[in-house]
């Protein structure tokens, strides 16, 4: 039970690509399947997820995928309750349980019986009709998951969600972070360069660019790529998701600091008044 909670859903920023897969999604939910949403990390997964159960307008609950998930027998337990109940179960990272402790959901989203086993024989449960799962899985991570058997795949319609383009992205940290349309396409821009050189092959979750834009948001920090307490934030949450050493890595964030700064407006009019005295005005 402790894997398991009721939740809330939570803030909900809606972009041209995520109104149609919602609405793509909620398709398949009414007509009686369950859903499997497939994608890289930190493209808000989860996030949908909850939206789309708050949609179905039923008691929802999210259970963590795990080596040491069980599905228990018992009377109380969060999986009776959801199938009798109707509930919406969002199943998030699913691939991370033991494929067998899974099987058992395979009687119970396509016969509607919920088969349940203990020490005192079997025994079949009725599903509710509106009971639902809805699944979600990193389609890039190996580390900790498990291959899901095709019966399981067989009963789901699988969604891949994809990465957020540039415009999707500055539109969720203006609606999330509450910073300017500027700001957003600046921490955008810090982000982007600094790990095409030090992750060119990964990295492409909204998180840093999120934290970034929060932290700085919430404490009064100015963005900008000539601000010390902003380039802090960023080797914060940066440096240690590069591949690359400290070092290295610190240098590169510095490069990319130097080249999107502005020349300060002090240097600028020195720098003029400088340029006329040489030609004698």
Known sequence: MSTVIQVRPQQFVKTAALEQIMQRALRYLRSGYSVHLEGPTGVGK??????????????????????NLTMSGQKDSWLRLACCQG??????EFNRSRPEINTVLLSALE????VLTSEYGAEYVPVHPEFRVIFTSNSEEYCGTYSTQNALFDRLVTIRLPEPNILERQQLLIE????????????IKVVHQFFRQV????????RPQLMIAQVCQREGIHISANDADFRQVCRDILL?????????SNQVLWEVFNQLAKPMPMI??????????????
């Open 46 to 67: 989860t996030t949908l997820a909850m939206h789309l159960a708050d949609c179905r307008k039923h008691p929802m609950a999210l259970v963590i995928g795990g080596h």
């Open 87 to 92: 509930w919406t179960l969002i199943y998030d």
């Open 111 to 114: 016969e509607r019986i919920l």
């Open 176 to 187: 999330l972070a509450g910073i300017s349309d500027q700001a957003a396409a600046l921490v």
């Open 199 to 206: 992750a060119p092959e990964g990295q492409s979750s909204l």
């Open 240 to 248: 240690a998701r590069s591949y690359q050493s400290t070092t290295d």
């Open 268 to 281: 600028e009019s020195v720098a003029s008044r400088l340029s006329l005295e040489r030609v004698g005005y």
